[in-house]
C-alpha cells in the first residue's frame, strides 16, 4: 500500500517571463505611465525698434490678452528685455511664434519671439 502525503505538493514559485511547468509564459502586465505633456512658454524680446502699439496688438491678438493686460506685459518686456506672452503645448507655442513672426515681418519690424520649456 503506497504512502498517501497528508499535504499535497506545493507547486514551484512562477516567474513572470519564464516558462512554467505547465509550458505557458506569464507575461508581466506593464503598468502604463503617461506623462503630461511638456508646456512651452511664449516670450516677446525687446528691441528698440519696434513700436509699442505693434507689440500690444500682437498680445490682444495672438495670444488674447485684453489692452490693459497687454499693455503690461508690453511694458515689462520693454524694461527687463524679455516677457511671457503664454504658455501652450509644444505645437500651439511654435505655431504661436511663426505667426507673430510672419506678422512682425511683414510689418517691417525686428521683434523678436521665442518658445522656452515652461
Ligand atoms: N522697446 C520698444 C520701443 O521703445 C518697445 C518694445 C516692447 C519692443 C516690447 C519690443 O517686445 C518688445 N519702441
Known amino acids: 500500500m503506497p504512502d498517501i502525503p497528508s499535504q499535497p505538493p506545493v507547486p514551484p514559485p512562477i516567474q513572470p517571463g519564464r516558462d512554467s511547468s505547465d509550458g505557458t509564459t506569464i507575461l508581466e502586465r506593464a503598468t502604463q505611465k503617461t506623462e503630461p505633456p511638456r508646456l512651452y512658454q511664449v516670450l516677446l524680446l525687446n528691441d528698440d525698434f519696434t513700436p509699442m502699439e505693434f507689440v500690444v496688438m500682437v498680445l490682444q491678438e495672438y495670444f488674447r490678452h485684453d489692452l490693459d493686460t497687454a499693455t503690461q506685459i508690453m511694458l515689462k518686456i520693454h524694461h ?12 500651439v507655442a511654435a505655431t504661436k511664434v511663426e505667426l507673430v513672426l510672419a506678422a512682425a515681418r511683414r510689418a517691417g519690424h525686428p521683434l523678436q519671439c521665442i518658445m522656452e520649456a515652461a
Open 80 to 91: 527687463d528685455g524679455r516677457g511671457v506672452c503664454g504658455v501652450f503645448s509644444k505645437d
